[in-house]
């Protein structure tokens, strides 16, 4: 898809790209946003429309990667939206895909016990987000707005250093997963919620990407250069 801007109708962005849908609910938008442009929808909802058109962009357009404009937000916008994001993993796709594979476990062959495992490798996935969010929420976001407040707004740009993208355990384990559908899965099963459940974790798996590439290359970067001036300054 090309990128948007501000300009464009933020309900031809939606039609064309459903998967945005949870993205904007995290900035309080909610379907029924009519004909206006994504700058008019900004306004009405008080949002930084630059930060939103951006974090749009990277989520839509994997090769979109705009790390010099992300770094130029505050730190602690990206904490927000870190933080809202982290949230709907908890509310609503981790529950999503637990309610769509225990009804295909119900509804399934009881032969198939192929489904119960791979239910379990969902379990030791599902902990490990859960563990990352609880760190976040507990440990490193806390640290960021405590390193912000202390700064105030100095600069601190000659600390940035970004290095390279560490593979991320969860994007393997949530491909790994969506393998274990498409190859070993046997028996009678419901084709619908066997759909739903590989299209829920798909979901979970992009949205995850989008998350880690906003976390790894911009904001740790920033936040360990934060953390460094704070620490010179003592």
């Keep these: 898809m090309a990128l948007i801007n501000a300009e464009s109708k933020l309900c031809d962005v ?12 995290r900035f309080g938008i909610i379907l029924g946003v009519g004909d206006k442009s994504i700058r008019t929808v900004c306004e009405e909802k008080n949002l930084d429309c630059e930060f939103f058109v951006t974090i749009l ?9 705009p790390e010099n404009r992300l770094k130029s937000f505050c730190a602690t916008q990206i904490v927000d939206y870190l933080t809202l994001t982290n949230s709907y993993y908890q509310q609503f796709q981790i529950p999503n895909i637990e309610r769509h594979f225990n009804s295909l476990i119900s509804q399934s062959d009881s032969d198939n016990n192929n489904l119960e495992l791979m239910k379990q490798f969902f379990e030791e996935l599902k902990k490990e987000l859960l563990s990352r969010i609880e760190r976040d929420r507990t440990s490193w976001f806390p640290a960021i707005r405590a390193a912000a407040e202390q700064l105030q707004g100095e600069y601190y740009g000659e600390h940035i250093r970004y290095d390279h993208d560490e593979p ?3 994007e393997e384990k949530l491909d790994d997963l969506k393998s274990l559908f498409v190859i070993h899965l046997r ?23 989008q998350h880690n590439r906003i976390r790894n290359r911009i904001l740790r970067p920033i936040a360990d250069a934060m ?8």
């Design 187 to 209: 028996g009678e099963y419901d084709l619908n919620l066997c759909h739903g459940v590989i299209f829920a974790l798909y979901s979970l798996e992009k949205d995850i990407k």
């Design 57 to 65: 962009n990277t989520f839509i357009n994997e090769d979109y990667f």
């Design 168 to 170: 991320d355990s969860l």
């Design 14 to 25: 939606i039609l064309n790209e459903p998967s945005i849908i949870p993205v904007i609910n």
């Design 227 to 234: 953390l460094k001036a704070c620490h010179d300054k003592e």
